[in-house]
């Protein structure tokens, strides 16, 4: 029976924030990535989160920790999702998201997959109207195999998988769902966002 399977990317350096572990960084009261968590869990079977470090605080927000396989240590999103290969099944459907975007819409999954089946793509990412947002890739597990030549190729951008099979952008109204958690500004942004929320 094919599952959906979550992966929340938390691997990289968080350079444009000094270098800080982005996933783990205070907002409205609860780190960034246990946002998304949260975002996500409900819309799909199982979740794991991608993180090269702080694992044991990572631990905290999702049980099921993966980490890049050495030979493609920190090359980026593909890495992770390529660490995610043993976990999967060629029928199972993967919804990649990142971990500094705690806004995601509630229905993101339900939304992504109607639009791959209806199209009959083997991946889809949405798109605001404003931007294209491959870091929310949805993809089919049988696809992840592909991934070892493009990294040993040294080709680590999501946009170099997606040229690899039929893929299409989903149309979704509120760019705020999108916001990435990328410097200090975004995420005062996202913050204030957040608290208005839950006011």
Not at 2 to 20: F, K, N, P, T
Request: with cysteine.
């Amino acid at each position: 029976m094919s599952r959906i399977i979550g992966l929340i990317l938390s691997g990289g350096a968080g350079s444009r924030l000094g270098g800080v572990n982005k996933g783990l960084v205070d907002i409205a009261g609860k780190p960034l990535a246990a946002h998304v968590y949260d975002r996500l869990a409900p819309q799909v079977d199982a979740v794991y989160l991608s993180a090269n470090h702080d694992q044991a605080a990572y631990r905290n927000i999702c049980a099921n920790i993966i980490e890049d396989q050495p030979e493609f240590y920190r090359d980026g999103p593909l890495a992770g999702l390529h660490s995610l290969i043993p976990y999967v099944d060629a029928d199972d459907l993967i919804q990649v998201v990142t971990c500094d975007a705690p806004l995601l819409p509630r229905d993101l999954v339900a939304v992504q997959q109607d639009y791959l089946r209806a199209h009959q793509l083997d991946a889809v990412w949405p798109s605001d109207g404003e931007r294209d947002h491959y870091g929310v890739l949805m993809v089919k597990g049988r696809c992840l195999p592909e991934l070892t030549q493009l990294l040993k190729d040294q080709k680590r951008r999501i946009r170099d998988f997606l040229t690899q099979m039929n893929s299409g952008a989903v149309p979704f109204a509120d760019p705020t769902a999108f916001i990435n958690g990328n410097d200090s500004a975004a995420l005062e942004r996202i913050a204030t966002i957040l608290k208005d929320k839950t006011c």
